[in-house]
């Protein structure tokens, strides 16, 4: 059987348009004919970190910044689901800040600039099939103040398959599943097959700020919209330093040819891991928040560039809650690697205060707390009293890496943790209201009961029960 043959038929008696299928089956065609998957350590080198322009030398550019903002739509990445924190549906509905969603937040963000400024920037929600429906139902409650800025459109889908046989994966008991979105790579064909390309362009606008969702400190700048326009640049991704805790994120680098590139884990050959984990080797993280021309991104459909955007394959079960289902492996890319198709393109580092994603429920406590703090203008920022460096955080897994289980330890919400330096917590512990953590606090339950810290209870230092 012609597997390939098979595939594509999927995907096409569900109405996926050509320019999707023809990139799953690059990406397939690739897989079958053993292409590297990988992208080898000898073939990438480190960027210097001083030709790494600084965002805290673009004050300058302000001014054609706010000039710029008319032409600029901002891009929500929102196509991801909660399962790693046991949820179903989007994340971005959780409560992250203030008993407000992260969708809450962002919507009200935009719409207060735009009040603000007297601008009329629209924010556009990439969803997924997983996401799409939720999210519109989370809008249509909003009102009619947010419906003539806000727009959605979905990202493709990609057929999962089967590793053993490298045919389609088969699911009749939950077809859904045998498809996963094409990731946030898919981001120009999904532009213009949804029609938004044409629609921004016949607009006026010409640039978009994209960034994740869930990451809350990813806010229009205007020295860096200034900069992005002013210098004609085609794409921008903003890079924060690199620490241990970024050890399995992408990291900027080099191709030999001078183009930069990311790497993602999920490209990196087992032997070239300590390579990738090095953070003084390779010493820039991908915060994931992009600047795009839409005249690059034009060009790049028109001279089909996003081919050469590298796949990321992963090997999962097919139904991650039976662990008696099917390998299967799921094809998808990643935006930050366009950064190597544009000639135009920069690296811009940024201070760690534009980096604040919730991948699982340590972010989210830290969101929660009062480390940072929401402004009048929706903006999250650091507390300004903290005077310590950046926060670590681990929770026992075991007891808190579910959102319901945290809701259930953290009842009344989250510790003070503006004074606090690293907190650790091993066991079942449960906290009362109005909890302070101060310095470096750990807390370890060793006994089969859980363990209460009262209301008021000061936390610091090491403690065993």
Request: glycine share 8%; charged share 20%.
């Amino acid at each position: 059987m012609n597997f390939s043959a098979a595939l594509i038929d999927k995907m096409r008696s569900e109405g996926i348009p050509e320019s999707a299928i023809e990139t799953f089956a690059h990406f397939y065609l690739r897989l079958v004919q053993g292409a590297p998957a990988t992208i080898a350590e000898t073939d990438i080198i480190p960027v210097d970190p001083g030709s790494v322009p600084n965002m805290a030398d673009l004050d300058r550019y302000a001014g054609s910044g706010r000039v710029a903002l008319a032409k600029t739509a901002i891009i929500k990445l929102n196509g991801g689901l909660g399962t790693s924190m046991g949820l179903d549906g989007p994340k971005s509905l959780i409560r992250a800040k203030n008993d407000l969603s992260f969708l809450d937040i962002t919507v009200r963000q935009v719409g207060r600039l735009n009040d603000s400024l007297g601008t009329s920037m629209h924010l556009l929600l990439m969803n997924s099939f997983f996401t799409e429906l939720a999210t519109k139902e989370a809008l249509g409650g909003m009102g009619a103040a947010y419906r003539d800025f806000v727009d959605c459109f979905s990202q493709h889908k990609f057929p999962k398959v089967d590793a053993g046989t490298l045919g389609p994966a088969s699911w009749p008991d939950d077809p859904i599943l045998e498809w996963n979105p094409a990731g946030h790579g898919d981001l120009f064909l999904s532009l213009q097959s949804s029609g938004l390309l044409q629609k921004l362009c016949d607009r006026g606008f010409r640039y978009l700020f994209v960034s994740n969702i869930d990451n809350l400190g990813a806010q229009i700048d205007l020295p860096i919209l200034g900069y992005f326009a002013e210098e004609g640049i085609d794409f921008l991704m903003e890079v924060t330093d690199r620490t241990a805790m970024d050890r399995k994120g992408g990291h900027l680098a080099r191709r030999k040819n001078g183009r930069l590139t990311l790497r993602e884990a999920g490209q990196c050959a087992p032997e070239d891991l300590s390579f990738f984990r090095d953070v003084a080797r390779y010493s820039f993280f991908n915060t994931n928040n992009v600047w795009i021309s839409l005249d690059a991104v034009k060009r790049c459909l028109e001279k089909k560039l996003n081919l050469s955007l590298p796949p990321v394959i992963t090997r999962k079960l097919l139904n991650v809650h039976d662990a008696a289902s099917p390998a299967v492996l799921n094809f998808e890319s990643a935006l930050g690697s366009a950064i190597s198709l544009f000639e135009k393109s920069v690296a811009l580092r940024v201070p760690r205060s534009r980096f604040a994603p919730v991948k699982n429920c340590d972010d989210l406590l830290l969101i929660w707390s009062d480390y940072y703090v929401l402004t009048q203008d929706y903006q999250l920022r650091l507390n300004p009293s903290r005077r310590l460096p950046p926060i670590s955080i681990a929770l026992d897994p075991k007891h808190y890496s579910l959102i319901d289980l945290l809701h259930e330890r953290f009842p009344t919400g989250a510790p003070s943790l503006v004074d606090c330096e690293s907190f650790s917590v091993n066991g079942d512990i449960r906290f009362g209201r109005e909890v302070i953590v101060r310095g470096a606090a750990s807390l370890s339950n060793t006994q089969p009961v859980q363990l209460v810290i009262g209301d008021g209870t000061v936390v610091s230092g090491n403690r065993t029960v």
